[in-house]
């Protein structure tokens, strides 16, 4: 049974930091691209950041292009997202996801999901 369990999520003030952990189990996580998704309040979920099963290759949303970093520990079976700059449209359900294919970065494309965690970010 695949599980993903994220972590780290919390209120923050505008400009501060948070860095979001994703445990997995279940799965062959070295043979699996990772990404974050989130979803604010009335609004349609939306993708975040992707990186692929070695790590080699990262993508961003361009909304947090430069203040968002995606970084992995496969020996650890754990993605993770570290935010910096966070601004108060950061607030959202924070959820990471599986996905066995190549560049992935639209949700369909992921096969497993975590349950999420909340980001509010206080102006």
């Known amino acids: 049974q695949v599980q993903l369990v994220e972590s780290g999520g919390g209120l923050v003030q505008a400009g501060g930091s948070l860095r979001l952990s994703c445990a997995a189990s279940g799965l062959t996580f070295s043979t699996y691209g990772m990404g974050w998704f989130r979803q604010a309040p009335g609004k349609v979920r939306e993708f975040v950041t992707a990186?692929?099963?070695?790590?080699?290759?990262?993508y961003y949303a361009d909304s947090v292009k430069g203040r968002f970093t995606i970084s992995r520990e496969n020996a650890k079976n754990t993605v993770y997202l570290h935010m910096n700059s966070l601004k108060p449209e950061d607030t959202a359900v924070y959820s990471c996801?599986?996905?066995?294919?190549?560049?992935?970065?639209?949700?369909?494309?992921?096969?497993?999901w975590g349950q999420g965690t909340q980001v509010t970010v206080s102006s």
């Open positions: 990186i692929s099963w070695s790590g080699g290759s990262t």
């Open positions: 996801a599986a996905s066995q294919f190549r560049g992935a970065t639209m949700g369909r494309m992921f096969g497993y």
